[in-house]
Every structure is written in structure tokens, then in C-alpha cells.
């Protein structure tokens, strides 16, 4: 972890409110695990060197994860226990840079459907992590604003494409739901503000979305 990533621990663990643990202490034990089935996609390759995680999640405790952006710092907080192999694969990415120096290329506000989408690489639903993996759904999920889901173009297609609702999400309840921003709906607000190309209601933001480098709080 650089030098400006050490900063923001130190910032936001004061900001959260959040004691960091002791050097040395003893990692958090987290229980049970799932099992995971990442499954290579030589079709759609990986658009960063990444490998899959490891085929075991755990089901218990929390992440913390930020993601910093040109608007500001989004801190989001894994549930393992609602949609394990989705917060594995998240902290995966994350803690393998995959989603450093990336852009979120699409951007929707409508009466329908407000959400920021991320994780893809080259372009809107294009470049992914090289495997995909299955739904983590139970058909009652709702999406609030502040919830952070899997994006896929199908069941069974999750890889890195995630999306954060800035207000709501009038959906069908088939998007894995593995976290929920605990600090920076303001940063989500100002990319709101900023407006969606062209002045409609989806599309690439007015001004570049970009996640300059994310990484997990020890914590």
C-alpha cells in the first residue's frame, strides 16, 4: 500500500470512528465458509492480469473497502454473510488492483433505475476478470440507494461489473447484493449533479468517473 493509501487509513479510521487493530494482532476470524465455482471465460479474457480467488469465502464478519474517485472517497462495507462469493471476488479484486486506474462508464437517473456502474475496463459492460461466477440471490432483494451489487449480462455472469444506487432502483431482485456505502453518498451526489452526456437519463457521465485506486481498510 503507497504512501497516500496509508494516509486515508489513518484519515478514515478517525473518520469512522473505527479503532485500527494493534501490529501483529491476530487477523479476524470469520467461521463457516461457501464454496465458490469461478469459472474460466477463454472467450472473454481478462482485461488485467488477475486470478480467480481462492474457491473458499467466508461467511462471517465484514470488509471494509475504498474506493477513490475523482470526486471523493466512496466506503463501502462487504456483507459476508448476505452474498459471500460476491464480497470474496470483490475484496479479491480489489486487494489485486484490478480496479485501479478504471472508469465507471455508465450513469443513470431516472424515475426507474439511479445507479453508478463500475468494474468494467475497456468500455460499458466490456472487460472483465477473465472467469464468472454464479448469482447469490434469494428473490427478495431490494436496492436502496446506497446498496452495492453485482452487475452481469445474465444469470451466472457475475465477474467484476458492479453498481452503487444513488437513489433507487426499481429492478428485479436477480443482482447479488454484497455491501452498502458506509461513507461518501456525497461523492456519489456530486457525480449526480455532474449529469449523464448528452443530458439523458443513461449513459457515460458528463464528466469522467474515474477510481484512481481502491484498497481495503484493515478493519
Avoid at 129 to 143: K, L, S
Wanted: aromatic share 8%; with cysteine; glycine share 10%.
Amino acid at each position: 500500500m503507497g504512501r497516500y493509501a496509508v494516509t486515508a487509513v489513518v484519515l478514515l479510521t478517525a473518520l469512522l470512528g473505527v479503532a485500527a487493530p494493534a501490529a501483529g494482532a491476530a487477523p479476524e476470524r470469520t467461521g463457516p465458509v461457501k464454496h465458490c465455482a469461478f469459472t474460466p471465460t477463454p472467450d472473454n479474457p481478462a482485461a488485467k492480469p488477475v486470478r480467480p480467488p481462492r474457491a473458499t469465502a467466508p461467511t462471517r464478519g465484514s470488509a471494509t473497502v475504498v474506493l477513490h474517485t475523482n470526486y471523493g472517497p466512496v466506503v463501502v462495507r462487504l456483507d459476508r454473510s448476505v452474498a459471500a462469493c460476491a464480497a470474496h471476488n470483490f475484496e479479491h479484486l480489489v486487494r489485486s488492483l484490478f480496479y485501479n486506474d478504471t472508469q465507471c462508464f455508465r450513469l443513470t437517473n431516472s424515475p426507474r433505475l439511479g445507479v453508478l456502474q463500475c468494474g468494467d475496463i475497456h468500455r460499458q459492460e466490456e472487460g472483465g476478470p477473465g472467469y464468472r461466477f454464479d448469482d447469490e440471490v434469494t428473490g427478495t432483494e431490494t436496492y436502496p440507494r446506497g446498496t452495492v451489487a453485482m452487475g452481469n449480462q445474465g444469470p451466472g455472469t457475475n465477474g467484476s461489473e458492479f453498481f452503487v444506487v444513488h437513489s433507487h432502483a426499481n429492478i428485479p431482485p436477480v443482482y447479488s447484493v454484497f455491501g452498502r456505502v458506509v461513507h461518501g453518498m456525497d461523492t456519489l451526489d456530486r457525480i449526480v449533479a455532474a449529469g449523464i452526456a448528452g443530458d439523458a437519463q443513461d449513459g457515460p457521465p458528463k464528466r469522467p468517473v474515474r477510481i484512481h485506486w481502491a484498497f481495503t481498510l484493515p478493519f
